[in-house]
């Protein structure tokens, strides 16, 4: 007997596990670098992390850019207010940074951080919502 039924959701590249993975390299580079604190951290091991986040990024942003036969105005509904509520929410963890008196490659590292943070989830959230959505031809 052959399957003639359709799955419930297309074939979907691991966009959603790219993106866990990249927040837990930031998670765990911002962790180790903070567990040093009031001294300084190497900052090799949380740059290595860094790059390699900033590479899930990447590696997300071309499959999306491939992917044909998606939800794209919904994407970019969602994707829009989640990244305006991220980027307010990194703006005041940024600001905290700054008045805290955190200065130099420190500063830079945490800002690369909270910056991936900023797009990763809104990232997440948008491709969540987008990818159960109908497509409008």
């Given amino acids: 007997m052959v399957n003639t039924q359709q799955p419930l959701e297309p074939s979907r590249p691991p966009v959603v596990a790219v993106a866990v993975v990249s927040m837990i390299l930031v998670v765990a580079g911002g962790i180790y670098t903070a567990a040093y604190l009031p001294h300084t951290a190497p900052l090799t091991p949380t740059v290595i992390l860094v790059l390699l986040s900033i590479g899930g990024l990447a590696v997300?942003?071309?499959t999306l850019m491939r992917l044909q036969n998606f939800?794209?105005?919904r994407?970019?509904?969602v994707g829009r207010w989640a990244l305006l509520a991220?980027?307010?929410?990194a703006g005041m963890l940024e600001y905290i940074f700054i008045v805290d008196g955190m200065s130099?490659?420190?500063l830079?590292?945490?800002?690369?951080?909270?910056?991936?943070?900023?797009?990763?989830?809104p990232l997440?959230?948008?491709?969540?919502?987008?990818?159960?959505?109908a497509v409008e031809t």
Wanted: no cysteine; hydrophobic share 65%.
């Fill in 60 to 62: 997300n942003a071309v």
């Fill in 71 to 73: 939800a794209w105005d």
């Fill in 75 to 77: 994407f970019f509904q």
């Fill in 86 to 89: 991220y980027l307010v929410i």
């Fill in 104 to 106: 130099g490659n420190l």
């Fill in 108 to 121: 830079l590292l945490f800002t690369l951080m909270l910056a991936i943070y900023a797009v990763d989830v």
């Fill in 124 to 133: 997440l959230l948008a491709y969540s919502v987008a990818r159960y959505q």
